[in-house]
């Protein structure tokens, strides 16, 4: 199989890093979603990534569907995430909870690099929706004093939080600082510290 992105995308990088940690081999595309966008729109008409493209040609398209095939994939036993019940729907939660921030946080640095006067309303909401999710996660993650989220073992929820933080950092320093949300920083060393996550990882590059 083959994923078609780069890896400071905060999406792309979570499907690469459960690829990973499932021992699943795939091909890595690094298209760019402008530079490159004529290329992807031939997989997915929406030029989006993270785009997988399957060993029989079908395609797979956003983070959550994809992590849904290779969980199936993974089995039950292996997947990183319960296939049923309470916590279940807790890793569901913290996921939307983390993918909703990165789009946001994807929003604010196109509005910076692609727009030349900036909407003051509409950045000033989303570095609102940015501060009130964090703030979430922080209150959540205290009250988890294990390893990681849910316990011993990482799941999708500790991959999408740690991914986020991470673009958050890297496109404005002020929307993550560590003193503010000292469990979450804690939480994303604990994960930048483990081999895939050295392994997969991309400085953020600008679109173009």
Known sequence: MNLIGQYDSPFVRRVALALRFYGIPFEHTPWSTFGDAEKIALYNP????PTLVLDDGEVLIESTAILDYLDEL???SRALIPDCGHIRREVLHICALATGLGDKAVSLLYERVLRTEQSQRWVERCRS???GVFAGLEEDRTRH???FWFGD???HADIAVAC???IA???DPSLFEEKRYPA??????TCEALQPFQDIVQPLAPPN
Do not use: N, S, Y
């Open 46 to 49: 929406l030029i989006r990534v």
């Open 74 to 76: 993974a089995g039950p």
């Open 129 to 131: 929706q940015i501060a």
């Open 145 to 147: 004093k294990t390893r």
């Open 153 to 155: 073992q990482i799941t």
């Open 164 to 166: 986020v933080i991470r």
């Open 169 to 171: 950092h890297e496109i």
């Open 184 to 189: 979450l920083a804690r939480h994303a060393e």
